[in-house]
DNA sequence: CTGGATGCAAACTCTTTGCATGCAT
DNA sequence: ATGCATGCAAAGAGTTTGCATCCAG
């Protein structure tokens, strides 16, 4: 059982039950995305892949689908502060660094106790879904190179 | 001694440390940021509140001020995602929740222990000078909401 | 059939850039 | 005097919206 048949069906279930269409840009883009392998992916990028499936696609729909993704648990939206949106294939609690300087953004995989925080959150009425950590600073990379840009 | 005078020494300071120009506005946007207390503010609030004391003041040199208060550590940049830029003039440690339906950003006080994280951060070679926890979720006031976006 | 999804294009928001002027140093 | 910062305006990037058409249920 590949793991394009498990999603293409939880996408499908989750369609009926919310009484929306399962339609082939739908079940492409989320092919798409599942032939991606863990990665982070940009619209941009998706829509380039999608439009090899489904000639015609558009941009909008795009956004939409991986919108879906994303409300549907597939997906998940990666907490870069502005700019284009980013979103994770990996949808398994792990967290990321950012580099200010190139922008680069890379898995960290490490546990953080997030208990006291969920408990502050609940406390004020708020349902959380999803805790993500954030660590800004400078890449290797860029704290290599002597001072550019 | 107000925090004003203190914030206004440190930006002082700094900018002659960095061989950068002390100006009326950049001093304004810090008096302004100064006055908001800690809270939240997006670019155009800036822009309004600095307009009342610098007439004239342009939107890109609130753009750019931002982000050279961020670099100085007088402000923080909250990791929503996508959207308009969002500052936080509280620059202690401190995290964010976020409703996914009316996009409010709330401040949560709880401590996370993010050593290991940061560890493995550094053992990339990264430099880290910024942890925060994003939780996203929906807010209590949403979730009393029937079901309305 | 029927209504939700799509495609297209345009609009919109937020942000950045280029250039001439001006002012802090 | 010197050149970085500013103001203005325009461009640019990313995302959203409106509407007619189409197709999944």
């Known amino acids: 059982m590949s793991d394009a048949t498990t999603t293409t069906t939880r996408l499908r279930d989750e369609l009926r039950r919310r009484g929306q269409r399962v339609t ?6 989320n092919a798409v995305v ?9 619209v941009d990028e998706v829509f380039a892949l999608a439009s090899d499936r489904v000639p015609g696609i558009s941009l909008p729909t795009v956004y939409a689908t991986l919108d879906l993704l994303e409300d549907v648990g ?8 502005g700019g284009a949106a980013v979103f994770d294939t990996r949808t398994d609690a792990h967290h990321h660094v ?3 300087r190139c922008g680069a953004i890379v898995d960290i ?3 953080v106790d997030s208990a006291e925080l969920l408990r502050a959150a609940e406390s004020m009425g708020f ?13 290797a990379v860029c704290a290599a190179t ?3 840009a």
Chains 1, 2 share one sequence.
Request: overall charge positive; some cysteine; glycine content about 4%.
């Open 127 to 139: 349902i959380p879904d999803d805790t993500q950590v954030v660590v800004r600073g400078v890449c």
């Open 98 to 100: 950012a580099c200010r």
């Open 24 to 29: 082939p840009q739908r079940l492409a883009i």
């Open 74 to 81: 597939l997906l998940r939206r990666v907490a870069t502060e």
């Open 109 to 111: 995989d490490a546990t």
């Open 146 to 148: 002597p001072r550019a």
């Open 34 to 42: 599942e032939s991606l392998g863990r990665r982070h992916v940009t």
